[in-house]
């Protein structure tokens, strides 16, 4: 089974509208964290926001937030008042286990292509 | 201009061809990361290294060989590869002691095509 989900291949939305991006997630561990990153056409994955596992509350930075469901293991990305530059492939990761010890590695989703039209 | 450098950022190889792909951080940073990016799938994780030594390696062919002198340089060395490695090779980079997040930095990644 993936570990990471992300069942939109492509979404639209208008110019200063919100869009929600779907992640969904697998893991047996009680420690983890997720992740989003952006990738525009450029190549570069640019890090937005990150909600660790025992985090209470929703991470949020700037126009970003995180809508962390624990029991449902969601953790969809929201982006408020789109903008053109948002349009970009967006890629759900996460680590499991702690933050400190060896590799930390990230597995990521398929990711979701984003077009913000005017 | 990123703290991950990657060069070249396109490569056009044969399948009888030695080429390098190199990447440098300059976050000072000591861990760092090879993933493999093809159209339609997930990153892929090829290999880890902490403190310039390897401490993954994802079952990735021997074709590919990386080298890390040290914990600024990482190269992906490429020999004998097949039309199904055409890629973007991606290089990311991370502090191991810093951080609560430990998210991972990237490079703008190398297109690889293979003839």
């Known amino acids: 089974a993936q570990k990471i989900t992300q069942t939109q291949p492509g979404m639209f939305v208008q110019e200063k509208e919100a869009v929600t991006l779907d992640c969904t997630y697998d893991?047996?561990?009680?420690?983890?964290?997720l992740f989003w990153y952006k990738q525009p056409s450029s190549g570069e994955m640019i890090f937005l926001i990150y909600?660790?596992?025992?985090?209470?509350q929703n991470a949020t930075e700037g126009r970003y937030s995180l809508n962390f469901q624990k029991a449902r293991k969601s953790a969809n990305l929201v982006i408020s008042a789109s903008q053109l530059g948002d349009s970009a492939m967006y890629f759900c990761a996460m680590r499991e286990g702690r933050v400190t010890g060896g590799g930390n590695k990230l597995t990521f989703g398929t990711g979701t292509q984003l077009k913000v039209e005017l | 201009e990123t703290g991950v450098t990657q060069t070249p950022r396109h490569l056009v190889m044969g399948m009888t061809n030695k080429k390098s792909l190199k990447c440098e951080q300059h976050?000072?940073?000591?861990?760092m990361y090879w993933y493999k990016q093809s159209a339609k799938k997930p990153l892929e994780l090829m290999f880890v290294?902490?403190?310039?030594?390897?401490?993954e390696n994802n079952s990735v062919p021997s074709r590919f060989s990386p080298e890390c002198p040290n914990s600024s340089h990482l190269f992906l060395h490429l020999h004998t590869l097949q039309p199904e490695d055409s890629a973007l090779y991606l290089c990311?980079?991370?502090?191991?002691?810093?951080?609560?997040?430990?998210?991972?930095?990237f490079g703008e990644g190398s297109r690889l095509t293979v003839l």
């Open positions: 976050l000072g940073h000591n861990a």
């Open positions: 990311a980079s991370r502090h191991e002691l810093a951080g609560i997040t430990g998210e991972l930095f």
């Open positions: 893991t047996s561990d009680q420690s983890y964290g």
């Open positions: 909600q660790g596992s025992y985090d209470e």
């Open positions: 290294y902490n403190f310039k030594e390897q401490t």
